[in-house]
């Protein structure tokens, strides 16, 4: 089994920071990438970004220079800051990880339950 927890998630004012983290456990061989996504009321889940376990990052570009990618291979953790953030940031934000699990032939991909984030005055 594995699992993604995520934690981070909240009430902030237009212009505020949030920072999310996401650590992934259980019976993971190794990890090509962890990312997050965000999925809005009425609208289809979408990429914020990624991170692969050599470092390399992807962004949307609705989120480029406000918000920042991390990882720590070591915890098999991801981190979101979020910075600047507007009310069109809104959405529920969801972990994901592409990964090797132990006695598997393949890479798949594993979701965390999602963490709200409200930006609103």
């Known amino acids: 089994q594995v699992q993604l927890v995520e934690s981070g998630g909240g009430l902030v004012q237009p212009g505020g920071s949030l920072r999310l983290s996401c650590a992934a456990s259980?019976?993971?061989?190794?990890?090509?990438?962890m990312g997050w996504y965000r999925q809005a009321p009425g609208k289809q889940r979408e990429l914020v970004a990624d991170?692969?376990?050599?470092?390399?990052?992807n962004y949307a570009d609705s989120v480029k220079g406000r918000f920042s990618i991390s990882g720590d291979n070591a915890k098999n953790t991801v981190y979101l800051q979020m910075n600047s953030l507007k009310p069109e940031d809104t959405a529920v934000y969801y972990c994901?990880?592409?990964?090797?699990?132990?006695?598997?032939?393949?890479?798949?991909?594993?979701w965390g339950q999602g963490t709200q984030v409200t930006v609103s005055s």
């Open positions: 259980g019976s993971i061989f190794s990890i090509n990438a």
């Open positions: 991170i692969t376990s050599g470092g390399t990052t």
């Open positions: 994901n990880a592409n990964l090797f699990r132990n006695g598997s032939y393949y890479y798949a991909d594993y």
